[in-house]
């Protein structure tokens, strides 16, 4: 059964950091991995969708890179600014066919001015 | 920017009765999935959908759960006999693909209460 995991659960940077959020799987078979946004009470958006067959994704200042074989992704973030605040979820698709992601707990991050 | 759109964005209701949450998925999408979010819990999986056919369901997803495109644009979710366990976050879900180029979009989410 697929697990997911992501460490660590919350995290507090001053602006301008750099960093690194992790999401770890059990099960390597995955189809794609995303990493969505939530911010309080609301939706999740969507920030980078990652292939299997695909090593890196960028958009923006956000980097997200994916090891299947060792069942693991980072999420880059840079120059962080205070309105980054959020929590940062990972899913995996290991159905192929009917499109189930499986979460993880999420990285609540806080920038601070 | 086309998006995925719920309401209502709160529903309190009590114990017992019936509730239908709505979604109006993006236009061009052809999957459709409910996903669920208890306070300070992980985002759960309960239904994936397509070509008028449940593809995937939960554990959670009992009987008391169905789904419904009634017409060309609206995607439901009724819980028919609501439970306080019930009481989460409800997120609709679209996609145009499935596989590996599957990506998501989400919702705003419906807040159900019950009392």
């Known amino acids: 059964k697929q697990e997911v995991t992501q460490i660590p659960a919350a995290l507090s940077v001053p602006e301008g950091e750099n960093l690194v959020l992790n999401c770890s799987f059990t099960?390597?078979?995955?189809?794609?991995l995303q990493w969505f946004r939530q911010d309080p009470g609301k939706g999740l958006t969507s920030l980078l969708l990652i292939q299997s067959s695909q090593r890196e994704q960028t958009s923006g200042r956000l980097n997200a890179s994916l090891d299947k074989s060792s069942g693991r992704s980072t999420l880059y973030i840079a120059a962080s600014q205070p309105g980054d605040s959020a929590t940062y979820l990972c899913a995996v698709d290991g159905s192929g066919n009917t499109g189930k992601l499986i979460f993880g707990q999420g990285t609540t991050l806080q920038v601070k001015p | 920017e086309p998006e995925v759109t719920q309401t209502p964005s709160h529903q309190v209701t009590q114990m017992g009765q019936e509730v239908i949450l709505r979604c109006v998925p993006i236009s061009n999408h052809l999957y459709f999935y409910w996903y669920r979010q208890i306070l300070g819990q992980k985002v759960e999986f309960l239904v994936s959908f397509y070509n008028n056919e449940i593809s995937e369901k939960s554990e959670i997803f009992d009987d008391q759960f169905s789904v419904e495109r009634p017409d060309g644009s609206n995607f439901t979710l009724k819980i028919r006999s609501t439970k306080l366990e019930d009481s989460a976050m409800y997120f609709c879900?679209?996609?145009?693909?499935?596989?590996?180029?599957?990506?998501?979009?989400f919702g705003q989410g419906t807040r159900l209460t019950v009392v």
């Open positions: 099960d390597s078979a995955i189809y794609n």
């Open positions: 879900a679209s996609s145009k693909d499935r596989g590996v180029n599957t990506e998501a979009f």
